[in-house]
């Protein structure tokens, strides 16, 4: 009798563990998919306000072409070339923004100085959000590496979560340090 308790109590056990187990891989598996629309939103939001910069007027004809194509790629990019593109617009607007006669220029314009707080404030959400949607991403894999998730398929049917690897270092001119309107 004791036995059959004892395994009973056991399988109790071990059955609240998994149940903990998947639920816990559930929520991350959310937590990602939150990450993910957060990251894609600021993306989009960076993007958006390069394009609208780029048509202003305000930047010279050259870099107004770099940067509207840059950021336009960005916008159209398919899900598998999205890392490439959004890495694409962060050159290109390093390299717009290489020089503080740029930036100057831009600021002493109409409604330049708005546009490049709002740009500023874009380029500086981007690495918060992909680290959030990373660490995310890295907490369910680190899971997911479980013999027991692997072994019971606690996962179920999702998909291997995967990191979003881009270049996200802004312009220096319009990081904290560089940044004379925030």
Do not use: K
Not at 83 to 110: C, N
Not at 151 to 164: D, E, S, T, V
């Amino acid at each position: 009798m004791t036995t059959v308790i004892c395994v009973v109590a056991a399988l109790i056990l071990l059955g609240l563990y998994l149940s903990w187990t998947a639920g816990r891989l559930d929520r991350l598996h959310a937590r990602i998919d939150a990450a993910r629309a957060a990251l894609d939103a600021q993306l989009l939001r960076r993007a958006s306000v390069a394009q609208e910069l780029a048509t202003a007027g305000v930047l010279d004809p050259a870099a107004s072409i770099v940067l509207y194509e840059a950021a336009h790629a960005a916008r159209q990019a398919e899900p598998d070339g999205r890392e490439v593109a959004e890495s694409e617009l962060s050159q290109a607007l390093r390299a717009v923004f290489a020089e503080p006669d740029t930036l100057a220029a831009v600021e002493a314009a109409p409604g330049g100085a708005e546009a490049v707080g709002e740009l500023t404030r874009a380029v500086r959400r981007v690495p918060m959000a992909r680290r959030f949607h990373n660490d995310a991403v890295r907490a369910a894999r680190a899971l997911r590496r479980h013999r027991v998730v692997r072994w019971l398929r606690l996962a179920g049917h999702a998909p291997f979560p995967l990191a979003f690897e881009m270049d996200d270092e802004p312009p220096v001119l319009l990081t904290a340090e560089g940044a004379t309107t925030a």
